[in-house]
């Protein structure tokens, strides 16, 4: 079985500026895609990012990145140019490949973008 | 296209009582799971279908049924509703093969036992 820890249930940020969410995870299996999911308050969700374990390069969607470090079972995201539209809850998840396309979610981390 | 639908948005339940949440995608999506999302839990896996006829327990499928009879439709029946089955439920699908990591969810569903 596989877990994902996120290690900070809250964080704030003020607009424009930078923030990382962190998320660790851990499995024995060796190929495996990694999410990162925000739910706003309509609480629909919301794909932002992924990572597909055998890619070294880190994804990237115009203000989202990741550090994906696959020995460290890290996977961070990077907000750059907070907005106030990123206020969120914001979910790691983990999804073994091949499988049966089923997510283990982290805890979630709520983000506050202030102005 | 619709995408993945929910039936209902929000619904009361006594305990003991019984009902079905509904769940229909028009993707002709082969996976379909079901998940609930508790406060500080993140979202856990309750039941999943790889296709018709076929489904499979998740990590918390206590108190739930599901049953696959289509490809469209995956209900989520709670047989004897009870407090802790208070949670939103969401429900997800996508393709098998190429593009089964992107997942389709529907609006969710908020229930409440009292």
């Known amino acids: 079985a596989q877990t994902v820890t996120q290690s900070q249930p809250e964080m704030s940020v003020q607009e424009a500026e930078t923030v990382t969410l962190s998320c660790t995870y851990d499995?024995?299996?060796?190929?495996?895609?990694l999410f990162w999911y925000k739910q706003p308050p309509s609480r629909q969700m919301i794909l932002v990012i992924r990572?597909?374990?055998?890619?070294?390069q880190n994804a990237t969607e115009n203000r989202f990145s990741v550090n994906f470090q696959k020995a460290a079972k890290s996977f961070s995201l990077k907000i750059s140019d907070s907005q106030l539209g990123d206020t969120a809850m914001y979910f790691c998840?983990?999804?073994?490949?091949?499988?049966?396309?089923?997510?283990?979610f982290g805890k979630g981390t709520m983000l506050l973008v202030s102005p | 296209n619709a995408g993945v639908t929910q039936t209902p948005k929000f619904q009361v339940l006594k305990t003991g009582q019984s009902m079905t949440l509904q769940c229909a995608q028009d993707?002709?999506?082969?996976?379909m799971s079901w998940y609930r999302q508790d406060p500080g839990m993140g979202l856990r896996l309750i039941h999943y279908?790889?296709?018709?006829?076929?489904?499979d327990q998740g990590e918390v499928p206590n108190g739930y049924n599901v049953s696959r009879s289509t490809t469209e439709d995956f209900p989520l029946r709670l047989l004897s509703a009870a407090p802790s089955q208070t949670s939103v439920y969401f429900c997800?699908?996508?393709?098998?093969?190429?593009?089964?990591?992107?997942?389709?969810f529907g609006a969710g569903s908020r229930l409440t036992v009292l």
């Open positions: 998840a983990f999804m073994k490949n091949p499988g049966y396309s089923t997510l283990t």
């Open positions: 993707m002709n999506h082969e996976y």
């Open positions: 499995t024995s299996e060796n190929n495996y895609y």
């Open positions: 997800a699908s996508s393709y098998s093969g190429a593009g089964a990591n992107v997942l389709t």
């Open positions: 279908s790889v296709g018709a006829g076929i489904t």
């Open positions: 990572q597909e374990a055998y890619k070294q």
